[in-house]
């Protein structure tokens, strides 16, 4: 008996998020890097099936960077990153496009699928999903061509709110269409911001494979809590590398652009999304203005 109250406690305790967050919209990007094993899988989607069941409207962007990295190997093409961004000629373009969106798009729906979510597979070409124009990063300042690399000009959010009213879980793989029809492959994590931007989300949350920002990689200590300002500081002084970089500058454009609550968490904890949303003090990294 006690143990059935202390069930009907927890459920209880859940009350007051689940009626803030109703209807909302919460924008996740369960990462390439977090994807490790079909258990920790399992409970990340056991997690969104559920916050779709109570009533909250989530929306899944994916990556999938160890599994590209994988097929360039078997195909015999160089990796390359610039900044935590793939340098991406025709070939790897093509490459990228098959396994995202062929192979990690569809095990995303298909395990969401397996736990009762009624998911939907898209990428940006899909119905003009997500358009974009070539991006040319900053290196040492100066704008440098990276190949098929796009930046976002526009989100067809029409078809996202079209498929959530209708009950379904939008999984979303990161490629996005150019003027001419042409493929691009996008930061996941850029992606995921400019999405919650454009969908007005309530909520950005970035499941990566490390417990939060940190000074450094090794530091047993995460920031729980980093300003916009705090974040341009890290990237100058190289505290913020690689990956990272793309995954705070989504977390920055979100914010900037009115997501109300911005987070990166541990997506090696299982059930790190019940944690942030139905816990106080959440986990790891808050952004704020
Ligand atoms: P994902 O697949 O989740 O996008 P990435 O490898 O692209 O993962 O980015 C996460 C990685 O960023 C971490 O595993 C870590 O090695 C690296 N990183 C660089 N700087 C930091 C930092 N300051 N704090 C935490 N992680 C950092
Ligand atoms: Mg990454």
Known sequence: MQELMKKAQILVEALPYIQKFFGKTVVIKYGGNAMINDELKNSVMEDITLLKYIGMNPVVIHGGGPEINKALTTFGIESNFIDGLRVTDEQTMQVAQMVLVGKTNKEVVSLLNQKGGKAIGLCGIDGNLIECEKYLP??????????????????????IEMLAEDGLIPVIAPIGVGANG???NINADTVAGDIAVALKAEKLILLTDIEGVKLSVTSEEILSELTIEDVKSHIDSGVISGGMIPKVLGCVEAIEGGVNKVHIIDGRQPHCLLLEIFTKHGIGTLFTA
């Open 138 to 159: 900053l290196v040492n300042g100066v704008p440098t061509d990276i190949g098929f690399v796009g930046k976002v000009t526009n989100i067809n959010t029409k078809l």
């Open 182 to 184: 042409e493929s691009f």
